[in-house]
C-alpha cells in the first residue's frame, strides 16, 4: 500500500518495529522503492530491565514527534496497534495530525470476550480517530453488530469501506491448474489461529471422504500453508486420523513463491467462522484461481455462488461434499475462473484503488485545520 501511494505523488513514510532489538532504542531510516521507511529498535521484553516497555515507549513517541515535524506528516494511517495507536492519538492533539485507522478484522472483539474490562478502552480508541477505514462493507456490518453485542457505543467521526487490493499478474503468473485429471490438489494458505480461522473442518472433511473410499493419495492432495498457535493442533488431529499420505502442512512460504504454489493447484480453500476480506482469497481470484470458501460474512457477499467462486456451509460434510464435487469435474471451475479474475481487478485494481485513498485522506483532512495532503 505505501509503494502505490508514492507513485500516487504523495510523501510516504513507513514506521515499522524492527524485531532484532537494540540494548538502546534507536531509529535506523532507509528508502525501499520510493517510501521512507523508519524502523524502530526496541529494547526486547526483559524481566531484569525494570520498566523496559515504558523506556521505548519513550523513545518512540521521541522519534515519533521527530518525524512529524520534520517531514510535515499531516496524515498518519495505521491498525489498531495498542501503542502506535495511543501514540498517533498523541500526536494528533499536539500536532493535528488527522488519525485513519484500518480496521481489517475482530480481534478486538475476541479480545473482549476473554476481557470485557478492555471494552471501554477499544470503545474509547475506536472513537477517537479521525475515520475509521473498514476493507470490506460485510466487516463493516459485522463489526457494528459485534459492537451491540457488547453494548459498546462506537460513534467514530467518519468512516468509509475500501481496500488495497491485490497484484495484477502478468500472463505468465495466470492459473494453470495442477493438469492432472482425475486429480484435485487443493490449497488452503493462512494462519493457523485460535479464533476465525477452521482449517480443522478441512482436516475432518478429508477424513470423511477417506472413509467413504472417495479420495487417496492417488486422486487427492491438500497442501495446508501456514504459522500460528493452532498449527500444532492441527497437525495433531491429521496424525490422529492417520492423513499423513493425504495431508500436508508447510510454514509460510515466500510471496513468490506463494503464487507460485496458487498457480498449479487447483483450488483455494478457506474455511473460517468470519474474515475480513481474505487477502489470498482476492490475490487468487486476481490470478483466475477458483475459490472455495465459507458462507460467512463479508465473504458471501464477495463470492457470488458459481460465478466468481464456491460458498459452502461451515460443517466436514458439507466440505467434504464440496471437494468431491471438484474432484469428479473441473468443469465448474473452469466456468468461474474469467469472472472471478474480472470481478478482482475491477474492484481490487491496487492502482486505481490507491488513487481512491489518497482521495480520502484528502477529504478527512480537509476537515481538519490544515488543508492539503503532503505531495512530494
Request: hydrophobic content about 45%; overall charge negative; proline content about 8%.
Given at each position: 500500500m505505501a509503494e502505490m501511494l508514492s507513485?500516487?505523488?504523495?510523501?510516504?513514510?513507513?514506521?515499522t518495529f524492527d524485531s532484532r532489538g537494540?540494548?538502546?532504542?534507536?531509529?535506523?531510516?532507509?528508502?525501499?522503492?520510493?517510501?521512507?521507511?523508519?524502523?524502530?529498535?526496541?529494547?526486547?521484553f526483559n524481566s531484569k530491565i525494570k520498566k523496559s516497555d515504558r523506556i521505548n515507549n519513550l523513545f518512540l513517541w521521541f522519534f515519533l514527534k521527530k518525524i512529524i515535524k520534520k517531514?510535515?506528516?499531516?496524515?498518519?494511517y495505521t491498525y489498531y496497534d495498542n501503542v502506535a495507536l495511543s501514540l498517533l492519538l498523541r500526536a494528533k492533539r499536539k500536532f493535528s495530525v488527522s488519525v485513519i485507522m484500518r480496521m481489517a478484522g475482530l480481534r478486538w472483539y475476541e479480545e473482549v470476550l476473554q476481557q470485557p474490562e478492555k471494552k471501554q478502552f477499544y470503545e474509547d480508541l475506536f472513537n477517537a480517530v479521525d475515520s475509521?477505514?473498514?476493507?470490506?462493507?460485510g466487516l463493516r456490518r459485522l463489526c457494528w453488530q459485534r459492537a451491540s453485542e457488547q453494548d459498546m457505543i462506537l460513534m467514530p467521526?467518519?468512516?468509509?469501506?475500501l481496500e488495497i487490493g491485490a497484484p495484477l499478474f502478468d500472463a505468465d503468473s495466470v492459473w494453470k491448474g495442477s493438469g492432472r485429471p482425475g486429480f484435485l490438489q487443493a490449497v488452503t494458505a493462512t494462519r493457523f489461529s485460535a479464533y476465525q480461522k477452521r482449517q480443522d473442518l478441512l482436516v475432518y472433511a478429508v477424513a470423511l471422504l477417506r472413509d467413504q473410499g472417495k479420495v487417496s493419495a492417488k486422486n487427492f492432495n491438500l497442501l495446508m500453508v501456514g504459522e500460528g498457535s493452532e498449527r500444532e493442533r492441527i497437525q495433531q488431529i491429521v496424525n490422529e486420523y492417520k492423513l499423513d499420505d493425504l495431508?500436508?502442512?508447510?510454514?509460510?512460504?515466500?510471496?513468490?513463491?506463494?503464487?507460485k504454489c496458487l498457480k498449479t493447484a487447483d483450488l483455494l480453500c478457506h474455511p473460517c467462522e468470519y474474515e475480513g476480506l481474505g487477502k489470498i482469497i482476492v490475490e487468487s481470484m486476481m490470478m483466475g484461481m477458483p475459490v472455495l470458501v465459507s458462507r460467512v460474512p463479508p465473504l458471501d457477499d464477495l463470492i457470488q455462488e458459481e460465478t466468481t467462486?464456491?460458498?459452502v456451509e461451515n460443517t466436514p460434510e458439507d466440505w467434504a461434499t464440496e471437494l468431491f464435487r471438484h474432484l469428479r469435474t473441473d468443469d465448474d471451475r473452469k466456468k468461474v475462473s474469467r469472472p472471478a479474475q474480472e470481478y478482482a481487478r475491477r474492484y481490487y485494481d491496487?492502482?486505481?484503488?490507491?488513487?481512491?485513498?489518497?482521495q480520502e485522506f484528502q477529504r478527512i483532512r480537509d476537515a481538519s485545520p490544515a488543508t492539503s495532503v503532503t505531495r512530494k
Open positions: 507513485q500516487e505523488e504523495c510523501e510516504v513514510v513507513y514506521l537494540s540494548f538502546f532504542p534507536r531509529l535506523e531510516q532507509n528508502v525501499l522503492n520510493g517510501v521512507t521507511v523508519f524502523s524502530f529498535r526496541f529494547i526486547p517531514l510535515k506528516i499531516n496524515v498518519s475509521l477505514n473498514f476493507i470490506s462493507e467521526p467518519d468512516e468509509f469501506v495431508i500436508t502442512i508447510k510454514p509460510f512460504l515466500p510471496q513468490i513463491e506463494l503464487w467462486g464456491f460458498l491496487p492502482r486505481h484503488n490507491a488513487r481512491c485513498y489518497v
